[in-house]
T-cell receptor, first 113, second 115 residues
């Protein structure tokens, strides 16, 4: 498969442990944020989103936390599994009314057996 | 079948050649986008289109052009490829309207290498 993000920060976690991936966003006017997962050789895949009127949102095994004061977003993955190994990146919608998103560079998550 | 498809998946070409990357979608979305991805960088927007008659430049449009042949098809062209256009290219779609809260759906990507 294709290799993306060759020089990304890497987070290594033991299988079964919880993972926390962080993202600092840039635009205080952003009011919608998405976490994407990108596996080798594939396009980014939606995981979870959150609007700025919330500070926490939960999905299946994932939780996103939003701290608008410090412009920080985090993705928590519970009971990390080998299939969670991928590059994860956040996106913010900025102040451009849906024309495009601004994407972070990503973090590579490696799950150790 | 995949909702967003890209062809080719891999392409190696030489400097100066004209290249076209194609994207098709079956999601019925009005909006389509072309991004490039480079190692260690986030996705960067090349062009986007809100409907068949609407084409807009993105952050890094120089050296690229696009064509929106139909609602379902959006092509990216490199008129004269250069080595620094070597990258992974993604097409994406999202629903129409002026909703700020639309996620984007991505194709599998095209790996382009310019020698």
């Amino acid at each position: 498969g294709e290799s993306v993000g060759l020089h990304l920060p890497t987070l290594s976690v033991q299988e079964g442990d919880n993972s926390i991936i962080n993202c600092a966003y840039s635009n205080s006017a952003s009011d919608y944020f998405i976490w994407y997962k990108q596996e080798s050789g594939k396009g980014p895949q939606f995981i979870i989103d959150i609007r700025s009127n919330m500070d926490k949102r939960q999905g299946q095994r994932v939780t996103v936390l939003l701290n608008k004061t410090v412009k920080h977003l985090s993705l928590q993955i519970a009971a990390t599994q080998p299939g969670d190994s991928a590059v994860y990146f956040c996106a913010e919608n900025g102040d451009n009314y849906g024309q495009n998103f601004v994407f972070g560079p990503g973090t590579r998550l490696s799950v150790l057996p | 079948d995949a909702d967003v498809t890209q062809t080719p998946r891999n392409r190696i070409t030489k400097t100066g050649k004209r290249i076209m990357l194609e994207c098709s979608q079956t999601k019925g979305h009005d909006r389509m986008y072309w991004y490039r991805q480079d190692p260690g960088l986030g996705l960067r927007l090349i062009y986007y289109s809100f409907d068949v008659k609407d084409i807009n430049k993105g952050e890094i449009s120089d050296g690229y052009s696009v064509s929106r042949q139909a609602q379902a098809k959006f092509s990216l062209s490199l008129e004269s490829a250069i080595p620094n256009q070597t990258a992974l290219y993604f097409c994406a779609t999202s629903p129409g309207g002026y909703d700020r809260y639309n996620e984007q759906f991505f194709g599998p990507g095209t790996r382009l290498t310019v020698l």
